[in-house]
């Protein structure tokens, strides 16, 4: 990666700390990662020496830099941690034809790769919102994922997830017709919020109105290529047969964007080794307590074990 001297974001991006008082200072150094459909902008943190890296993934609504905080709490733990911004989120600009889900698959299977050939050890994916079917996607290509946490696990072939995700039955009705219209429509760009419920990111309704006025992650404006991939996009392995790594679950409790029940019709399924937990009183952003205490209480063991795990046999 090629490193820059100061993290380019606008101040905006910083006012996301704020709803994490509890939460050591972010310091996270800003990168920029080439792969075959362009550039990522990614930032990083902790120890470089650390014994296993957490990458984290973003959803239709945010990217790597809103993750500062969750980033900062791994790092004083002794983890490195990775935060990626997708293509045509936060400052990862992208052609129209990159901002697909199937290409954030393939970015992230590139960063994973040229990360575990500079540095060999366990890979762990953190995937929050609909970032956690991605980072399943993700999980079910790559040799060097050792662990899957997520805060949701909604397939968006469900016709039940397209119900919770999608806005208006019309639109989920004109879904067959996202492909054709995004190769005719190309360039043009049209506010996510306009599809989806992003008024049901949080609980907090400051937090809220943050993730979406911000023109980088929630008042974002995406090709239509990216709602179309997000409905027909497949796993290499569906849950059944998914046996790669175990799978941590940390749902919050009152999600009304992806209740717990719609994750559960996946995470049911899934033939790893798992372990769901709820995060009390939090919403579909979780910043709540003691939910937020619950995820630290789930999450740092988890990653702690992975990094143990390995140690006494070399990845291969």
Known sequence: MTARDTAPYPALSARYGDFFPDQPAARPRSECFGWGGGVLQVDRHG????GVTVVLVHGAGGYGRMFAPLAAGLAAAGHEVLAPDMPGYGLSAAAWHQVDYGAWKRA??????AEYRHRPRPIVLLGASIGGYL?????????????????????????????ALVRQPWMRAALWSLRPLSHLTRNLRVPVRWFTHMQRMSRDPALTALVCADPLGGGNRVPLGLLASLFDTAPALEPEQFLRCPVLMVHPACDDWTPVSISDRFFQRLAAPKQRVLLANCGHFPIEQPGLDQLRDALLPFVQRIATDVTSKPLT
């Not at 992230?108 to 790769?113: F, S, T, Y």
């Not at 662990?147 to 072939?157: C, N, S, W």
Request: proline letters at 10%; a negative charge.
């Open 47 to 50: 120890p470089p020496d650390a």
């Open 108 to 113: 992230l299977l590139a960063l994973i790769e």
């Open 135 to 163: 980072a399943y996607l993700v999980a079910a290509e790559s040799a060097w994922v050792r662990g899957l946490v997520a805060t949701t696990l909604a397939d968006p072939r469900d016709p039940v997830v397209q119900a």
